[in-house]
């Protein structure tokens, strides 16, 4: 049984197969065909990727390491941090 779909349809249906956040960023927009629909769906990406490298940061963590040894009984510890 052979069924045919107007291409309005295949875009719901692939729409609907999207993940939420690109589904929901696609909600008030008219997509005419696939190739609009995948390049939409492109543009999103970039967009998003751009976002994530622009905010991304890495952590610095500086620690300090005290070892005592028995020999040591001065309790008196100075700490300087720049």
Same mark, same amino acid.
């Given at each position: 049984?052979?069924? /045919?779909?107007?291409? #309005?349809?295949?875009?719901?249906? %692939?729409?609907?197969?999207?993940?939420?956040? !690109?589904? @929901?960023? $696609?909600? /008030?927009?008219?997509? #005419?065909?696939?190739?609009?629909? %995948?390049?939409?769906?492109?543009?999103?990406? !970039?967009? @998003?990727? $751009?976002?994530?490298?622009?905010? #991304?940061?890495?952590?610095?963590?500086?620690?300090?390491?005290?070892?005592?040894?028995?020999?040591?009984?001065?309790?008196?510890?100075?700490?300087?941090?720049?």
């Amino acid at each position: 049984m052979e069924e /045919n779909y107007e291409e #309005s349809e295949v875009v719901k249906i %692939a729409t609907m197969g999207l993940g939420f956040y !690109i589904r @929901r960023k $696609l909600l /008030n927009v008219h997509i #005419s065909d696939l190739a609009h629909l %995948a390049e939409r769906v492109r543009q999103y990406k !970039i967009e @998003r990727n $751009l976002k994530s490298k622009s905010f #991304s940061r890495k952590e610095i963590v500086r620690y300090v390491a005290m070892g005592s040894s028995s020999e040591e009984s001065d309790f008196e510890i100075e700490v300087d941090l720049a």
